[in-house]
């Protein structure tokens, strides 16, 4: 098996085409034209994660967020993206990214996001940007939910915007930079928004509009590791596909 089937596979269901005109997606760095026997996935590239990745022996990493994201102008080594390149190409690792296309896409991220939810009835929350899921659970308090999130996406530090003594039924769900879809959400009637990336004046035009919104960050993205490497364990039985065990969340609660 090459490399080049295992990203002809991605491309099938996650196709290029989808990602938004802003993003970068596809390879990245080094060459699909070789043997693949392990691949590594990732929710972000980083000097750990190639380490990681070099000791697994992998010959293909596949991140969610693009390394390679605006034009870079150099790759110098003492710049940190410029190691990691250097990094890759030394080893003969490839490094391809499914950004935006695997959000946008039918049993991508905001599917998968919605099923770990339980989410029922799940339909698309911004038809205009084609992004985001929305759908219903049976009713619990607010801080039940929250906490619920917090333990099935693995978010340690989740950041609320809204009333409190609520009920949630109506869950809208979009996985990273969702903050321009609040008015999605509270159009779908969203008793709770999760998106991340909320910045503080954003949060404050969610108070004004009263829709409630849990900022979960993007490491609640991290479900892109054992999504993708489930699906490639069922079409490629003979690759040994390894999820990243580097938790590459920047953030630290403090
Ligand atoms: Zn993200």
Redesign the pocket.
Do not use: D, Y
């Given at each position: 098996m090459n490399a080049i089937d295992v990203v002809k596979w991605l491309e099938t269901h996650f196709p290029k085409e989808l990602a938004y005109e802003w993003d970068n997606v596809g390879l990245q760095v080094g060459s699909l034209n070789r043997r693949c026997q392990t691949v590594l996935v990732t929710l972000d590239v980083t000097k750990e994660v190639v380490e990681e990745a070099v000791a697994l022996k992998a010959e293909l990493v596949i991140s969610?967020?693009p390394l390679i994201f605006k034009p870079i102008y150099n790759v110098a080594t003492e710049s940190p993206r410029g190691r990691v390149i250097a990094q890759l190409i030394q080893h003969k690792i490839a490094l391809y990214s499914a950004h935006t296309n695997y959000d946008l896409a039918e049993g991508g991220m905001n599917d998968e996001l919605a099923a770990a939810l339980g989410l029922r009835e799940v339909q698309l929350l911004d038809e205009t940007d084609r992004i985001g899921r929305y759908g219903t659970i049976d009713p619990v308090p607010l801080e039940d939910f929250i906490a619920f999130v917090q333990r099935t996406l693995n978010v340690k530090d989740a950041r609320y915007i809204g009333r409190s003594g609520i009920n949630i039924r109506t869950v809208g769900i979009s996985?990273?930079?969702g903050s321009n879809h609040v008015g999605a959400a509270q159009r779908k009637n969203c008793d709770l928004y999760l998106t991340?990336d909320v910045t503080y004046h954003t949060a404050l035009d969610c108070r004004q509009m009263g829709q409630n919104v849990l900022d979960i960050g993007?490491y609640a993205?991290a479900i892109f590791k054992t999504a993708i490497a489930r699906r490639l364990r069922e079409a490629f039985p003979d690759i040994d596909v390894r999820e990243s065990a580097v938790d590459t969340d920047p953030y630290r609660r403090v």
């Open positions: 969610h967020h996985g990273g930079s991340g993007h993205e």
